[in-house]
C-alpha cells in the first residue's frame, strides 16, 4: 500500500502506456530497421572499395568520425529521453486528477487554475522535448559532413583512376556513395531509437523490481479450517508505521479484546483509529509488536488465511463492474437463498425484487448506478454472507444519511451478536451502547473504559461527546 501512497497515478499510467508501447513496438521496430540500413552500408562500401580499393584510406578515418559522432549523440539523447519520460508523468497524473475531481473544480470555479497548472505541465515537458530536434539537427549536420567525405573520396579517387577504371564501374561507385549520408542518419536515428526506448525497459523494471506482500499462503500451515472460533483480538507492545523513516503511527499499543466484545475507537484526525485496521488485516506490516487473534500471531500465517477469516465494511464502498451476485458472493461460494437473506437483513430486499434483473442486476464500475447509501447496504450485505466471528466497521456509516446509518447499526445490533465487533465511529452515538470504547490520541490509547464511565471521569470522551451534544 505505502508504494500507491507515494506513487502518483500519472507515473502509472506513463509507465503501462508509454513505456510498455516503446516496448512492444518502437523497440523492435527500431531494430529491424536499424539491421536493414547496416545491411545497405555493408553493400555501398564492398562497392566502393571494389571499384576504388584507396578508398579505404579515407573510409576508415571518417568510420572513426562517425563512431564519435553516434556515440556523442546517443549518450545525449539517452539523458534526454529521460528527462523528457520524467516530465511527462506530471501531465499524465494532473490529467487524471483533472478528469476525477472535474465536479468538483466546476464548482468551485477553479478551472483557470487547472488549466494554467496544465499549460505549465506541458511546458516544462517541452523543455525537455525541444533539445532532442536540437540534437537530431546537430546530429544531421555532422553525418551529412561525413557521407559528402565518402563521395567526395569516391569521386576523387576514380578521377585518379580513370585510365584503369571503366566509367560504368566509376558510375555505380560514385551513385551507391551518394546515399552513405542517409544511410548513416538513419542508422543512428533507428539506434538512437532503441537505445531511448531500452530506458523504457529500464522504467517498468523498476515496478519489477517493487517490494511486494508477505505470502499469499504459507505450505503446512496448521490453521484450523474454522478459524477464528472465537474472536478474541491481542495486541502486544504493538506498533505500526506507513514508510520507512516516518513516526510511528501507532506506538506501544497493549490490548485485549474478548470474544462477542463491542469495541468503540474514537479520537481526532490522525489519532490513529484507521491504523488498527490496517494492522488487523495488515495492509501494513507491524513496526514493532505482534497481534493475536484467538492465540495465533498473524504474521505467521498467509495474507489471505488472515483476510478471509475475518470482514471490514469500509467507509468508501468498493463494488466491481459486474452483477450485483457476483459484487456479493464474488466467489459462488453460498445459494441464491442465502443471498437473498443476507439481502433483507440488509434492507435491500425490497430494492433488489424490483429490480428487472434481480440478483442480475448489471453495476457500473465502482457502483455508480447505485446510491452511496445502497451500496453501503451492499458492503453490509456481503459481511452478513460471510459472518466471520471479527467485524471491522471503518467509519462506515460517516458518508452516508441518517436513515441509512439507523438501518446498518440495528442490524449490526441483532445479527453480529455472537461477533467482535470494532467500529471505528465518526458519529459518537452509534457506540454510545458498546463495551467499550477506545479514546486514540498520536497514536497512543489515550483512555479506555465503558462509555459511561468515560463519561464520569470528564476526560477526552466526555469532550467528544459534549461538542456532538450528546451530553
Not at 562497392?47 to 578508398?55: K, R
Not at 543512428?188 to 531509437?193: G, I
Request: charged fraction near 20%; glycine fraction near 6%; charge should be negative.
Amino acid at each position: 500500500m505505502s508504494f500507491f501512497e507515494c506513487t502518483p497515478s500519472g507515473n502509472l499510467l506513463n509507465r503501462f502506456a508509454k513505456e510498455i508501447d516503446a516496448i512492444d513496438c518502437m523497440v523492435p521496430d527500431g531494430l529491424k530497421m536499424m539491421l536493414s540500413y547496416v545491411f545497405k552500408l555493408m553493400e555501398v562500401c564492398i562497392i566502393v572499395l571494389m571499384a576504388t580499393p584507396f578508398a579505404a584510406v579515407i573510409i576508415l578515418p571518417l568510420a572513426f568520425l562517425y563512431a564519435f559522432v553516434q556515440s556523442f549523440y546517443v549518450a545525449t539523447s539517452c539523458q534526454l529521453r529521460r528527462l523528457e519520460a520524467v516530465s511527462r508523468s506530471p501531465i499524465y497524473t494532473h490529467f487524471n486528477e483533472t478528469v476525477q475531481g472535474a465536479s468538483v473544480i466546476r464548482a468551485f470555479g477553479e478551472q483557470p487554475r487547472f488549466i494554467l497548472q496544465a499549460n505549465e505541465r506541458v511546458d516544462f515537458n517541452q523543455t525537455s522535448y525541444f533539445p532532442r530536434f536540437v540534437a537530431t539537427r546537430w546530429l544531421a549536420v555532422n553525418l551529412e559532413f561525413v557521407g559528402n567525405g565518402v563521395v567526395l573520396a569516391a569521386a576523387i579517387l576514380s578521377v585518379m583512376g580513370k585510365n584503369t577504371l571503366s566509367p560504368g564501374i566509376v558510375g555505380l561507385a560514385v551513385s551507391h556513395s551518394l546515399q552513405v549520408t542517409g544511410i548513416l542518419s538513419w542508422i543512428v536515428r533507428s539506434w538512437t531509437d532503441v537505445e531511448n526506448n531500452i530506458v523504457s525497459v529500464e522504467r517498468v523494471n523498476e515496478y519489477a523490481d517493487t517490494p511486494k506482500e508477505a505470502s499469499w499462503n504459507i505450505e503446512g500451515s496448521s490453521l484450523p479450517v474454522a478459524w477464528p472460533q472465537r474472536g478474541t483480538l491481542e495486541f502486544q507492545d504493538y506498533g505500526l508505521q506507513y514508510r520507512k523513516g516516518l513516526e510511528l503511527a501507532l506506538k506501544g499499543i497493549t490490548l485485549n479484546i474478548h470474544e462477542r466484545e463491542r469495541v468503540g475507537i474514537v479520537g481526532r484526525t490522525g489519532a490513529g483509529k484507521s491504523s488498527l485496521a490496517l494492522g488487523i488485516f495488515r495492509i501494513l506490516e507491524a513496526a514493532k509488536g505482534k497481534i493475536f487473534i484467538d492465540g495465533v500471531n498473524i504474521a505467521e500465517i498467509g495474507l489471505h488465511d488472515l483476510r478471509s477469516r475475518i470482514t471490514i465494511i469500509p467507509q468508501d464502498p468498493i463494488l466491481f463492474s459486474g452483477s450485483l451476485r457476483m459484487n456479493l458472493d464474488p466467489f459462488d461460494t453460498y445459494t441464491d437463498e442465502e443471498v437473498w437473506r443476507s439481502l433483507e437483513l440488509a434492507h435491500l430486499k425490497n430494492f433488489i425484487s424490483n429490480l428487472p434483473d434481480k440478483l442480475n442486476h448489471e453495476c457500473s464500475e465502482g457502483g455508480e448506478n447505485l446510491s452511496l447509501g445502497q451500496r453501503q447496504l451492499v458492503c453490509l450485505a456481503r459481511a452478513l454472507l460471510r459472518k466471520t466471528k471479527i467485524l471491522v466497521l471503518d467509519e462506515a456509516t460517516a458518508a452516508v444519511d441518517l436513515e441509512t446509518d439507523t438501518l446498518i447499526q440495528s442490524t449490526i445490533r441483532t445479527q453480529f451478536e455472537d461477533c467482535t465487533v470494532l467500529t471505528i465511529a465518526h458519529r459518537l452515538n452509534t457506540i454510545m451502547d458498546y463495551t467499550r470504547v477506545i479514546v486514540m490520541d498520536r497514536g497512543h490509547i489515550f483512555e479506555m473504559d465503558s462509555p459511561a464511565n468515560l463519561i464520569a471521569q470528564r476526560g477526552q470522551f466526555y469532550r467528544m461527546c459534549r461538542e456532538a451534544g450528546l451530553v
